[in-house]
């Protein structure tokens, strides 16, 4: 594939500059996934297309298998149309949830807390995490695509983790959204954390396992990795950072109804 691309092992930021044989191949993806809804269009942009492409290595025939895949959960599942209202219940223990700042490459940020959870049901986890993961992505900034997972693991317990609803999530995150993961940092990780982690490994496409990051608040490397990341006075505590207000339902409530208002704007614009 000739593209230009740079990768910061640090930080997990890539650059893409794509080409004109890029250009090429996501006509031929165009050609092969066929005709396409007002609604299924709007998803196959070129961005969105390049991404698929990449993912597989500009294999134009498995990109295109790759998204048509995307295209049916997207139409059975509907991931842009969960509202706030529908998956607020479980957002109440702030087990995940997107803050209210970026990173410093303009990466929206998702934070998982998975001790604070406080429902044993995957399909709702995993719904309310593709909820998050939507917003995410809405709010990104122009030429930015990626976001960046923060997971808090100080003090967890094995039963504080599903393997299923992990690997269900990793599924999704992997198959539907393919070069949205920027990084993933997984903060303080206990002992009892690597068996979990060696199970799932097998799970990860390579792509995404090199973009797992243990840091922890004993050590001086992870504190430079995260400051290079973050504006520290709106990191969170539990991560080292100065920000200190906390998870409030409340407030977080009234940012999500404003998403829904954004969503519902998108639609109108575009039908």
């Known amino acids: 594939m000739s593209e230009d691309q740079k990768k910061s092992a640090s930080t997990g930021h890539d650059e893409l500059v794509v080409s004109q044989e890029q250009h090429a191949k996501i006509t031929e993806v165009r050609g092969l996934i066929g005709q396409l809804s007002d609604k299924e269009s709007v998803y196959c942009s070129d961005a969105s297309i390049s991404r698929y492409l990449m993912s597989r290595n500009s294999n134009v025939k498995k990109a295109a298998q790759m998204l048509k895949q995307s295209l049916k959960w997207r139409k059975e599942y509907k991931p842009e149309e969960i509202r706030w209202e529908e998956v607020a219940d479980d957002a109440e223990s702030g087990s995940i949830y997107r ?12 934070v998982l807390t998975p001790r604070r959870k406080n429902s044993k049901s995957t399909e709702r986890h995993v719904k309310y995490f593709v909820h998050c993961l939507e917003n995410a992505i809405l709010n990104l900034p ?6 960046v997972w923060l997971v808090d693991l ?6 504080d983790i599903s393997f299923k609803t992990s690997r ?5 995150f992997q198959n539907y959204y393919p070069k949205r993961l920027g990084l993933i940092i997984l903060f303080n990780a206990p002992v009892i954390f690597q068996p979990f982690f060696k199970m799932m490994r097998p799970f990860l496409e390579t792509e995404i396992y090199n973009k797992v990051k ?4 004993d050590d ?3 504190k430079k990795t995260l400051e290079d990341l973050f504006d520290m006075d709106k990191l969170e505590s539990a991560f080292g950072g100065n920000g200190d207000t906390g998870f409030d339902i409340n407030k977080y409530a009234e940012r999500m109804k404003e998403d829904d208002n954004k969503k519902e704007s998108l639609v109108t614009l575009k039908g």
């Open 99 to 110: 803050p209210n700042y970026q990173d410093k490459y303009g990466r929206s940020v998702i």
């Open 142 to 147: 122009p030429h930015q695509e990626q976001v």
């Open 154 to 159: 100080e003090g967890i317990k094995m039963s």
């Open 168 to 172: 269900e999530i990793v599924h999704v």
């Open 214 to 217: 243990f840091c922890y608040s």
């Open 220 to 222: 001086q490397n992870s």
